[in-house]
């Protein structure tokens, strides 16, 4: 059925490491695909997302690629940061449906 | 703007009680749907609110009842609690358009404990 697959964490860095947090979805059609981060204590906040193959979304230095031919959503950052440590949801969804959330990646930056 | 406002923050409840939760969608927006996130989890879709029905339902019992009022605003009912209720209860907001729904935002999220 419909859903998502993330790395499992929790996923512990060097600051500046690079960091690769894969994510593989099970959809038909052409959903919409995001990434989200949710810090200690808090809600979801949108970090990224794509809407149609091929589109790199970015933000705060971190870019994913759709990738309709894998059914793949990498989340990727060159250089993390201490504050970057959270937890990171992938999912996917379409207008006027809910959406489909991965277990979330955890991610501890030590300085 | 203040974006999606949920409340409590957190509370504990006993088995067998009942809670409502509530939230406050972001300015502008009419759709609110509810969501479980267990603890080492990822958010579960509850339902869904719009024009104060419930349009869409994921897969909880009916003890998980909601109701959305004409300002926009909505509640979580949950009817005989169990343990395994205890998680972050995540509100989100989104608009209504042509074609379908616009990204939704979402609150800081309600931590139900139930003891």
């Known amino acids: 059925g419909d859903s998502v697959t993330q790395m499992e964490g929790p996923v512990t860095l060097s600051e500046e490491a690079f960091l690769t947090i894969n994510c593989t979805y099970t959809a038909t059609g052409y959903p919409s695909l995001f990434w989200y981060v949710q810090y200690p204590g808090e809600g979801l906040q949108l970090l990224l997302k794509a809407t149609k193959a091929d589109d790199k979304g970015s933000n705060k230095g971190f870019e994913a690629t759709y990738r309709k031919e894998t059914t793949s959503f990498h989340l990727e950052k060159g250089s993390v940061q201490v504050s970057d440590s959270a937890v990171y949801f992938c999912a996917w969804g379409r207008r006027n449906t809910p959406l489909v959330f991965g277990k979330g990646t955890r991610l501890s930056v030590i300085a | 703007d203040a974006g999606v406002t949920q409340s409590p923050t957190h509370l504990i409840k006993t088995r067998g009680q009942q809670v409502t939760l509530r939230c406050s969608p972001k300015?502008?927006?009419?759709?609110v749907s509810w969501y479980q996130q267990a603890l080492g989890q990822g958010p579960q879709f509850i339902f869904q609110?719009?024009?104060?029905?419930?349009?869409q339902r994921g897969n909880f019992p009916d003890r998980f009842s909601g109701h959305q009022f004409p300002n926009y605003s909505s509640e979580l009912n949950v009817n005989a609690l169990l343990l395994g209720d205890s998680a972050l209860y995540l509100c989100?907001?989104?608009?209504?358009?042509?074609?379908?729904?616009?990204?939704?935002?979402f609150g800081q999220g309600t931590r139900l404990t139930v003891v």
């Open positions: 609110y719009y024009e104060e029905e419930e349009r």
């Open positions: 300015s502008g927006h009419d759709t």
């Open positions: 989100a907001s989104s608009l209504e358009v042509a074609g379908g729904l616009t990204e939704a935002f």
